[in-house]
């Protein structure tokens, strides 16, 4: 049985255990290597049909932050889920199933907990879409979403979309503007770290 009928048929905590077999674990953390996570999501974006894929998928990454608590955790924190979601999801940019990646987006943005899997989302699919109008649609309900990673996801956008689309960056900084008197510490964070690679770049950042 491969992991995309254990996906199908909700049997999560078997395709989880598969991830994890699959992975080899870095040396000094014991957490599963993330270049093997990616490795692995290649091969099953071949195998997957988004379409097909959408809701066990969106269901898969709700499983792996479940219990919000363990999230402190990272090798307790299934963080293998959400990162193979996301490699699965970048790997089809390049197939074009542009209009399942935003519906499985919308799904999940919101059960974004943790600052890995904030960033690697913006790092490694946003920061690839922000030539589609859908993507600004979903910054515009995410920065005022009552959970603050996903409040965070446009403004992580902006240190990739530096090297993805340049010319996109002005459309993002609007975002960086909204959360500039934020107190809360994951969008300090942001907001700083997006400011220092905009001026590494000559960007104009005054807000």
Same mark, same amino acid.
């Given at each position: ?40 999501? &290649? /091969? +099953? #974006? *071949?195998? =997957?049909?988004?379409? @097909? ?70 790092? &490694? /699919? +946003? #920061? *690839?879409? =922000?030539?589609?109008? @859908? ?73």
């Amino acid at each position: 049985m491969n992991i995309c009928t254990l996906l199908k048929s909700g049997n999560f905590q078997n395709a989880l255990e598969f991830i994890r077999k699959n992975c080899r674990k870095s040396e000094v953390h014991r957490l599963t290597k993330t270049s093997d996570i990616m490795k692995l999501a &290649k /091969v +099953l #974006s *071949k195998e =997957l049909n988004l379409s @097909e894929c959408k809701k066990p998928l969106i269901n898969f990454w709700k499983f792996s932050v479940k219990d919000e608590k363990e999230l402190v955790f990272a090798v307790k924190s299934k963080r293998e889920v959400r990162l193979l979601i996301i490699g699965i999801l970048s790997e089809n940019i390049n197939h074009g199933r542009i209009k399942e990646i935003f519906e499985i987006l919308k799904e999940v943005a919101p059960f974004v907990f943790d600052w890995e899997t904030c960033d690697q989302l913006a790092s &490694k /699919v +946003l #920061s *690839k879409l =922000l030539r589609f109008e @859908e993507e600004y649609r979903l910054f515009d309900s995410w920065i005022d979403h009552p959970n603050v990673w996903t409040r965070r996801l446009p403004i992580s956008t902006i240190p990739p979309a530096l090297k993805f689309c340049q010319e996109c960056v002005s459309d993002l900084l609007p975002y960086l503007k909204k959360i500039s008197n934020s107190k809360e510490k994951p969008l300090r964070r942001a907001y700083n770290w997006a400011k220092n690679e905009l001026s590494k770049f000559g960007v104009d950042i005054t807000l």
